[in-house]
């Protein structure tokens, strides 16, 4: 039996570009201060170039992502957040140290991870994506009662997320705190119907619940909707052993084989 977690972005990111300008305004406070010009050239000789760096390292980053080469685009992402002073104010840094955070996630380091998710919701703190992914790299170090605390910010800040919702359920089952997981998984599923994971993960509660039908029923679910999810097709054989239906349960565990041998 596995819990699977959702890592917003990871196999289809959003990191455009696009989304990170410069705000000139910020260094043009008043007529007084322009009319001396000290501050203007400080602008342009100065912020300016270290924001293009900034821009610069940041697209870099996102290529490198693209193409999955998560090393190279991590140390383009760190260049482009070391580039800028720490009170820098400009659109961006925040999907940086994000994407940052993301990074260290996928190569197993939790609590960089987390600091850098800390640094964007610094920045930004309605970044709801930024939380829920906080919460992903807390559940790996199993501290579940932050993570929950995570989840619960994502979701306040977006009642529509249905991943965060997913996340907090897989938390919940973690404390064995199965009923509030299906709920969660509910609620996931009724924001997103089609969300194999939730449909998988609340079988998993139901099981430990010992409601094996309904288990089934949402193994079957999940398999509808992402038919090659071998461990799917292994737990719903788990399930159907603990019916004593065993002929179905052996072709569960054929098809789980087949598709992992």
Do not use: C, W
């Amino acid at each position: 039996v596995a819990v699977t977690t959702n890592f917003l972005n990871l196999s289809e990111p959003e990191l455009p570009a696009a989304d990170v300008s410069i705000r000139e305004t910020e260094h043009t406070q008043s007529k007084q201060e322009l009319s001396g010009i000290p501050l203007f050239s400080e602008y342009i000789t100065k912020n300016l170039p270290q924001q293009l760096v900034f821009l610069a390292f940041f697209a870099v980053g996102n290529s490198y992502y693209q193409t999955q080469d998560f090393v190279s685009a991590r140390a383009a992402f760190a260049k482009s957040i070391a580039s800028l002073p720490n009170d820098a104010e400009l659109e961006g840094r925040d999907i940086a140290f994000f994407s940052l955070g993301l990074l260290d996630q996928v190569a197993g380091k939790f609590t960089e991870a987390i600091a850098s998710h800390d640094k964007a919701i610094g920045i930004n703190p309605a970044f709801a994506v930024a939380y829920n992914n906080r919460g992903t790299a807390l559940s790996a170090l199993q501290q579940y009662l932050e993570a929950i605390a995570s989840y619960d910010k994502a979701i306040d800040l977006n009642p529509a997320f249905a991943v965060a919702y997913n996340n907090r359920g897989t938390a919940l089952s973690a404390l064995q705190q199965f009923t509030e997981a299906i709920a969660n998984y509910d609620k996931a599923i009724e924001l997103n119907p089609t969300f194999a994971d939730a449909h998988y993960n609340r079988g998993i509660a139901l099981g430990e619940l010992k409601l094996y039908e309904d288990a089934i029923a949402s193994y079957d679910k999940s398999i509808e909707f992402n038919p090659v999810l071998a461990i799917a097709h292994n737990n719903r054989g788990n399930a159907l052993m603990a019916l004593q239906q065993f002929t179905e349960a052996i072709a569960s565990f054929d098809k789980a084989i087949e598709l992992n041998p």
